[in-house]
């Protein structure tokens, strides 16, 4: 069987690299061996671990070995900005750790397409480093299904770091985003905003909030003026979704959101004021304020879509 994907998320990268870490041999001596360790056992593993005052660790995995717990601290990354600071965050959240007695030492990775290690300065201050290229190395020649796919999944990462869209920082926008997510954070906790701080290039300007329905997002498309969710993939189902959600009651006239289509695939749209995030954010609020309440209103449409067997048949092969 061959696979093809047409893109990768650092988040699909994190998933792969931890499962790789936890269940190959192979691919965790690239990390165990580079500190000095040998036969060791993983015992626990975390995507997205966060300290209030640290920030977050993208993937942390614990081995154990002779009752000693040795902690791999982890950074992934494809072709986003490396923050400034950003390694010196991942040392005191690993100091934290040893403090609290979750593990007794740790070590500091980035992980990352080889290029990017050979060419960003910042990613050159991590102490240790693995390439996509060594894990995509491990996965090589697997016959099973599972291990193919990760190959061609981690192929496309490398390919997209070597010819993607390479982010120059525009500093007006990773002030706009600071000042969103902070917003969204105070004033409306109920959201899941799925977009991190950090750096941002001028085409930054679509946030994603996660839903309970899953591979369902709901997307702020801000310079457009609208707020979307989006179940990627039905586009041709757009008509009878929408017959659905309007007779089980779902979908009402007084939301006024209208069931189209973007791409392949079907959205739920509420038009918002257009936002420019080079911009002033103390100047937009009013306006971003009246963006987070139409994201609240799809959230809440989420969760009643779970309640009706006859719109989740729609949208379960997402």
């Known amino acids: 069987m061959d696979f093809l994907f047409h893109d990768v998320s650092e988040r699909d990268m994190d998933l792969l690299i931890l499962e790789e870490l936890v269940s190959s041999k192979e691919v965790a001596k690239l990390f165990l061996s580079s500190v000095g360790m040998e036969a060791a056992e993983p015992v626990f593993a975390e995507i997205s671990q966060t300290t209030v005052e640290w920030g977050e660790s993208d993937i942390v995995v614990v081995f154990a070995a002779e009752n000693k717990k040795h902690a791999f601290l982890i950074e992934d990354k494809i072709d986003a900005i490396a923050m400034p600071r950003q390694c010196d965050r991942y040392f005191k959240r690993g100091d934290n750790g040893v403090r609290m007695g979750e593990y007794d030492n740790y070590s500091v990775f980035i992980v990352a397409p080889e290029r ?20 995509a190395a491990c996965l090589k ?6 291990q ?12 997209k770091q070597k010819h993607g869209y390479q982010v120059k920082e525009d500093k007006n926008v990773t002030a706009f985003w600071d000042a969103y997510i902070s917003c969204a954070e105070d004033k409306y906790g109920e959201l899941e905003l799925l977009s991190k701080r950090g750096p941002k290039g001028t085409r930054a300007r679509w946030p994603q909030y996660k839903t309970v329905i899953p591979k369902v997002s709901i997307y702020h498309k801000s310079l457009e003026g609208f707020v979307e969710l989006t179940f990627d993939g039905i586009a041709a189902s757009v008509g009878e979704l929408e017959a659905r959600m309007l007779s089980s009651g779902v979908l009402s006239q007084g939301l006024f959101a209208t069931v189209t289509t973007a791409g392949n695939a079907a959205v739920v749209r509420i038009r918002v004021p257009c936002v420019d995030f080079s911009s002033s954010f103390e100047v937009c609020r009013e ?27 729609i949208v379960k092969g997402i």
């Not at 009246?290 to 799809?298: G, H, N, Q, T």
């Open 287 to 313: 306006d971003v304020e009246i963006c987070f309440e139409a994201v609240l209103k799809l959230t809440h449409m989420a969760k009643e879509i779970t309640k009706h067997p006859e719109i989740v048949e």
């Open 116 to 135: 990017y290690l050979l060419e960003n300065e910042e990613a050159k201050k991590y102490p240790n480093c693995v390439s996509y290229e060594e894990i």
């Open 141 to 146: 020649g697997e016959s099973s299904h599972s």
């Open 148 to 159: 193919r796919l990760k190959y061609s999944l981690i192929c496309t990462a490398i390919e």
